[in-house]
């Protein structure tokens, strides 16, 4: 079983960057493919960011695509979501989630597909 504890969230301006951390325990971090998600108020559960195993593939939601980079990095067992020109639309609780794959699966946008979930971290985009 993989923990997952999310940290980084926090109140800024449009325009502003956050960057936004995810360690794992337990498990074998390397053999788990990760995403990032986020909950609006009032709103469903939204795919954010996917990354594989190695890192070597991602893959983004159109409304964050250009502006929001995930990184991993295996020795630290910790996924990163740097999210840049912040708008009030981000404003979410950003969750991060785990799944254990096999190098031939592609990455999944449903959160159905990851049983391992952090308990989310707050960020607020501010007019």
């Known amino acids: 079983q993989v923990q997952l504890v999310e940290s980084g969230g926090g109140l800024v301006q449009t325009g502003a960057s956050l960057r936004l951390s995810c360690a794992a325990s337990?498990?074998?971090?390397?053999?788990?493919?990760l995403g990032w998600f986020r909950r609006a108020p009032g709103k469903e559960l939204e795919f954010v960011a996917t990354?594989?195993?190695?890192?070597?593939?991602?893959d983004y939601a159109d409304s964050v695509k250009g502006r929001f980079t995930i990184s991993r990095d295996n020795t630290k067992k910790t996924v990163y979501l740097q999210m840049n020109s912040l708008n009030p639309d981000d404003t979410a609780v950003y969750s991060c989630?785990?799944?254990?794959?096999?190098?031939?699966?592609?990455?999944?946008?449903?959160?159905?597909?990851?049983?391992?979930w952090g308990q989310g971290t707050q960020v607020t985009v501010s007019s």
């Open positions: 989630a785990a799944r254990h794959t096999i190098l031939t699966v592609p990455n999944s946008r449903d959160n159905r597909d990851y049983p391992y």
């Open positions: 337990g498990g074998m971090f390397s053999r788990h493919a």
């Open positions: 990354i594989s195993r190695s890192g070597a593939d991602t």
